[in-house]
Structures are given as structure tokens and as C-alpha cells.
């Protein structure tokens, strides 16, 4: 049979971002919508520190992924494709 709940970590997921919008954006809404081109840089640095502390499980890029691979000695290079040249 199909269960229709939610899983545990979208429920909590779902409360953080409630906690989030309720506590940290309602409160300078009004301020941020007068002063329009303003940067909300208070915002902006909690949200960095909070997606760093919440490491993988957050929407953050992970930084091990953005590391090159080792190249396997064994793979053949190819040299480059001129796609000029073809048409």
C-alpha cells in the first residue's frame, strides 16, 4: 500500500525553512521591499554559515565534487576535436 506522509527529513527540512521565513525573513520584509536595491547581507551570511554547518545534507555544493578527477594513467588522451574545421 502507498504511504502519502511525509519522510523525517522532509518534515524537518520543511520546519527549518518555516523557522527560517517566520524568524529571519518576515521581521526585515517590510525593510527589504522599501529599500529594494539593498544587499541583505546579514541574511545572506547566516544562510552561508547554516548550509556550511549542515554540510551534505544541505543544498550547498559539495566541494569534494567540484575537485578534478585523477586522471587514469591508462586512458588513452585523444587529441582535440576542431569543430571549425568540420563544417
Known amino acids: 500500500m502507498i504511504s502519502f ?9 520543511r520546519t527549518v525553512v518555516e523557522t527560517v521565513a517566520k524568524n529571519m525573513m518576515r521581521p526585515v ?9 539593498e ?3 546579514a541574511y545572506i551570511e547566516f544562510m552561508h554559515t547554516a548550509t ?4 551534505s545534507s544541505s543544498m550547498a555544493p559539495d566541494e569534494t ?3 578534478k578527477k585523477e ?9 582535440p576535436i576542431n569543430y571549425q574545421r568540420l563544417m
Open 52 to 55: 556550511k554547518a549542515l554540510g
Open 5 to 13: 506522509e511525509m519522510p523525517k527529513p522532509l518534515i524537518q527540512t
Open 29 to 37: 520584509s517590510r525593510e527589504m521591499d522599501e529599500n529594494e536595491h
Open 65 to 67: 565534487a567540484t575537485k
Open 71 to 79: 586522471e587514469d594513467p591508462e586512458k588513452k588522451k585523444r587529441p
Open 39 to 41: 544587499i541583505p547581507w
